[in-house]
C-alpha cells in the first residue's frame, strides 16, 4: 500500500479541500457547463488534469509543475476523436488510447484525490506529444 502524502487535493486557485466523490462532481460540472479542461493541485505539488471531449478525457498526472507527468491510456482504444476544448480555447484531437472513457477518468481522478496514487487497473505512460498547456 502506498503511504497517504499529507495535505489535501483542491481546485486549481482554490484552497478547499476535495474528496473523491466531490472531485469527480466538480469535473461533472463543469463538463456539463461547457468547461472541459480542470486541473487539480496538491498540497504537497502534484497536479492532476482532465481534458474532456464530453465522451472521452485525458488524465494526466504530474509530480509538480512543470513535470511532464504521466497519462492514463486505453491501450484497447482505437481512432481519434476531436472536441478536447481547453480552457484558452485550442481544441485539440486525440488518439482514443491516450484517453479514458468518460466513466473510468471519472473513476480514475476519484481514486487519485481519495488514496494520492492512480488506480492499479488503469495503464499510464509518460506523453509521447500529448500538450495541454
Same mark, same amino acid.
Given at each position: 500500500m502506498v503511504p497517504r502524502?499529507?495535505?489535501a487535493w483542491?481546485? *486549481?486557485?482554490d484552497n478547499a479541500p476535495l474528496t473523491g466523490e466531490r472531485a469527480v462532481a466538480l469535473v461533472?460540472?463543469?463538463?456539463? *457547463?461547457?468547461?472541459?479542461?480542470?486541473?487539480?493541485?496538491?498540497?504537497? #505539488?502534484k497536479r492532476l488534469a482532465v481534458v474532456s471531449n464530453r465522451i472521452r478525457a485525458l488524465v494526466l498526472?504530474?509530480?509538480? @509543475? $512543470?513535470?511532464? $507527468?504521466?497519462?492514463?491510456?486505453?491501450?484497447?482504444g482505437k481512432g481519434?476523436?476531436? $472536441?478536447?476544448?481547453? #480552457?484558452?480555447?485550442?481544441r485539440d484531437i486525440h488518439e482514443n488510447r491516450d484517453t479514458l472513457p468518460l466513466g473510468l477518468a471519472l473513476r480514475t481522478v476519484e481514486h487519485i484525490v481519495e488514496h494520492d496514487? @492512480? @488506480?492499479?487497473?488503469v495503464?499510464?505512460?509518460? @506523453?509521447?506529444?500529448?500538450?495541454?498547456?
Open positions: 502524502m499529507t495535505g483542491h481546485l *486549481q486557485d461533472r460540472q463543469r463538463v456539463a *457547463q461547457g468547461q472541459l479542461e480542470t486541473w487539480l493541485e496538491h498540497d504537497q #505539488g498526472l504530474m509530480d509538480e @509543475p $512543470g513535470d511532464a $507527468g504521466v497519462h492514463a491510456i486505453d491501450p484497447a481519434r476523436q476531436d $472536441g478536447y476544448v481547453l #480552457g484558452n480555447g485550442r496514487c @492512480p @488506480p492499479a487497473d495503464s499510464w505512460q509518460a @506523453p509521447r506529444d500529448v500538450d495541454i498547456s
